[in-house]
């Protein structure tokens, strides 16, 4: 009798914001340690079967919301209904948060496949909760979904908060998100994480 195989899990990369608080500025583009922030989201997920939700990207899935310009949660219901049906878990990464590194995710799934639940978000120092950095249970997320018409302009917090969730303290710098001009200067400094190059 063969082996089963472990629930299969993917990954869906924000890209789509507007860059509002930036000037509309492209935060994909943006780069740090010689890469962009895509590409440091990518490399966060790699391994993982990626859906980018927002411009085209060469060589990776790509889908948008509808209408566009809907906000991260229905981005990411977008970028959920392009997984492949035997999806059980995905990892939910914005693009505006690049000291998030594959140790961070692999983190989040241990954490996840540890406590069970519905899934594993990053908290930072604050106690704020990225949702936009997390493993969630795809049938949780999908259960916890509205109706399309109402999904354009969703609070994320709203479309978690049924979710059972555990919270992952972070660890250095790894929570900086990218809002503000001044968010991306700060990154410099921000060097509590081994081998991160900024």
Request: glycine fraction near 14%.
């Amino acid at each position: 009798m063969p082996a089963s195989r472990p629930p299969a899990t993917a990954a869906v990369v924000l890209t789509g914001g507007t860059g509002g608080r930036l000037g509309g500025a492209d935060k994909a583009a943006l780069a740090l340690g010689g890469s962009s922030f895509l590409e440091r989201a990518l490399a966060a997920v790699a391994g993982l079967d990626v859906v980018v939700v927002g411009d085209p990207v060469d060589g990776v899935r790509t889908v948008r919301e509808s209408p566009a310009s809907g906000g991260p949660a229905a981005g990411l219901l977008a970028g959920l209904d392009a997984l492949d049906p035997d999806v059980a878990s995905v990892v939910v990464l914005a693009v505006d948060m690049p000291l998030v590194t594959a140790a961070t995710v692999a983190r989040l799934r241990a954490a996840h496949q540890r406590e069970g639940g519905d899934g594993a978000l990053l908290v930072d120092a604050g106690g704020r909760a990225q949702y936009l950095c997390g493993v969630y249970r795809v049938a949780a997320l999908r259960a916890a979904a509205p109706p399309p018409d109402e999904r354009h302009g969703l609070p994320v917090r709203r479309l978690l908060a049924p979710l059972a969730l555990v919270e992952l303290p972070a660890e250095g710098g790894e929570a900086h998100d990218v809002d503000e001009w001044p968010d991306l200067d700060g990154l410099d400094d921000l060097d509590g994480l081994d081998g991160l190059d900024v």
